[in-house]
């Protein structure tokens, strides 16, 4: 068994080097996978694009030698097709020699003059194994195409980091991106993403079974990753069997936030939900909330009286709670309590510089949810690592909790290396209270008993699926009452995969 399932893992270009050897190795010869790879190319161009005149721009290596099929198979299609090589042809090697061998038709110098009268631009110059940044000339070559003209990438633009989306130095902004047999981390990280155009996934050839000798961490986030352990809804089931959520509001004025998170979590299924605060904000909780309990709590003591009811297994701490002591102390009595606990917004705020103790006191799943300002407080030494990626990764690994650092490419971490990159968020999520829905969210899932990774993952999935298709306009309450249109749509995909109940 993989880490993450076959159908969703991700490749670092480590990976996908290895999954070339290994079925190189396992006698299927390099020009037969370069052959199956440019073909994949220009069947895609075939499919989305008329004939017209077409440059294909080839590197010194095997990226550069898809290219060299790219440029013959159009050709035969009908397509007015040139090469500009960045390399001299005869200093070729290797496969991508024998590719160039097999190309009868002209060979421009590579300069800016080679575009003129070209419409579709066909990248083949480095993919995603670029390990420094772009020369001159290939940046010149970027600039001279422009917006005008339609780019098609060889595996990812040129330029960007196949490990981390990071632009090295300049990149081509491609319409249409065809990469092998699995994709990278870069086509779903930012700033890469913006650069990869529609990512098509072609099989060449590779058997899926390498994965089990490469064993990848890194996933595109979807309900295959977290199928088998998603709740599943028993004719005889209880609400009882599916836990107790308890989020905490903060002051009379600042209840909003955890009244979002609480109808969050009773909506993606938690059995019970409580909302909890002083006597003030209680008084206001009562007057908005009906299926979700209130309770007036006096402080971190009267907290940790609440949680000593074992059935009340998942906390979410933080949304509007306030920054300062008493919520890191409502943080460490959560944790004390043995219950699943979900740190948002001012929880993490409260424990920067502190946030050590935490971690050694943690007993019990622990999800923290940051954005980018809370997570460079939380993890100051973390926060110059090059993707949100490695990031959370990072954090994760240091806290032992299951890092979701949020932003249009979501990551979602464990400490044991597994990275979920989520690419389903339209940009309407960028709204007021959208992560405290998040939060709550997590939290109704630990409730249920999902493991705290693929309670994230699912979390973060769903939230993205319900603000897909609503439009202009989304606001965090229309993201919980949209939620059982989202988890309709999982089930749908588990039952598909015959996974649901």
């Known amino acids: 068994m993989t880490s993450v399932p076959a159908d969703l893992a991700l490749l670092t270009t480590e990976e996908m080097g290895r999954a070339d050897r290994l079925t190189i190795d396992g006698g299927i010869p390099g020009t037969t996978l370069m052959e199956n790879a440019g073909r994949a190319v220009a069947d895609a161009i ?52 024998v590719m160039a061998a097999r190309w009868n038709g002209p060979v421009l110098p590579f300069e800016p003059a080679a ?19 772009l020369d001159s000339a290939v940046l010149r070559m970027i600039e001279a195409v422009g917006e005008g003209r339609r780019v098609v990438a060889v595996d990812l633009p040129s330029g960007v980091n196949g490990d981390d989306g990071t632009i090295r130095g300049g990149a081509f902004t491609a319409d249409l991106s065809v990469t092998f047999f699995r994709a990278k981390p870069g086509h779903l990280l930012y700033p890469g993403r913006a650069r990869t155009g529609q990512l098509v996934v072609a099989d060449i050839g590779i058997s899926p079974s390498v994965l089990e000798s490469i064993d990848p961490k890194a996933a595109r986030n979807g309900p295959a990753l977290f199928a088998r352990h998603f709740p599943v809804l028993r004719q005889d089931g209880h609400k009882y069997d599916r836990g107790h959520t308890v989020t905490l509001s903060g002051g009379a004025l600042h209840t909003g ?8 979590a009773l909506r993606i299924g938690s059995g019970l939900v409580s909302t909890i605060g002083d006597a003030e904000a209680a008084r206001v909780i009562a007057a908005h909330q009906t299926a979700v309990m209130v309770a007036e709590v006096d402080g971190p003591a009267g907290l940790a009286l609440f949680l000593s009811d074992r059935r009340r297994n998942a906390a979410v701490i933080g949304p509007a709670a306030g920054v300062g002591d008493t919520t890191f102390a409502h943080c460490r009595m959560a944790l004390a309590a043995g219950c699943a606990c979900v740190f948002d917004a001012d929880a993490l705020t409260s424990a920067a510089g502190r946030a050590d103790i935490l971690w050694r006191e943690r007993t019990a799943d622990l999800v923290l949810t940051p954005h980018d300002g809370e997570f460079a407080r939380l993890f100051p030494q973390l926060s110059g690592l090059p993707s949100r990626a490695a990031r959370a990764v990072a954090a994760a690994k240091e806290s032992g909790a299951v890092v979701v650092l949020k932003g249009a490419d979501c990551c979602i971490a464990a400490p044991d290396g597994r990275i979920a990159i989520n690419d389903n968020a339209p ?20 409730a249920q008993h999902m493991p705290a990774f693929e309670a994230a993952a699912a979390a973060v999935w769903l939230h993205g699926a319900a603000a897909e298709g609503f439009g202009r306009g989304l606001i965090a309450e229309d993201l919980v009452e949209r939620l059982p249109i989202a988890l309709q749509i999982a089930e749908n995909h588990l039952r598909g995969r ?4």
Not at 69 to 96: H, T
Not at 498 to 501: D, F, I, K, R
């Open 498 to 501: 015959g996974q649901a109940g």
């Open 427 to 446: 940009p309407t999520l960028a709204t007021a209270g959208s992560g405290d829905v998040l939060a709550g969210m997590i939290g109704g899932l630990l």
């Open 46 to 97: 075939l499919a989305r694009y008329p004939a017209q005149a077409t440059l294909v721009l080839c590197g010194p290596g095997n990226n550069g030698g898809d290219g060299w099929v790219v440029a013959r198979r159009l050709k035969q299609a009908g397509f007015d097709v040139a090469c500009s090589a960045l390399a001299p042809v005869a200093a070729l090697r290797g496969d991508a020699a």
């Open 257 to 264: 936030a955890a009244r979002l998170a609480a109808r969050a």
């Open 115 to 133: 575009l003129d009268g070209r419409t579709l631009i066909v990248d083949a110059l480095f993919g995603a194994g670029l390990a420094r940044d």
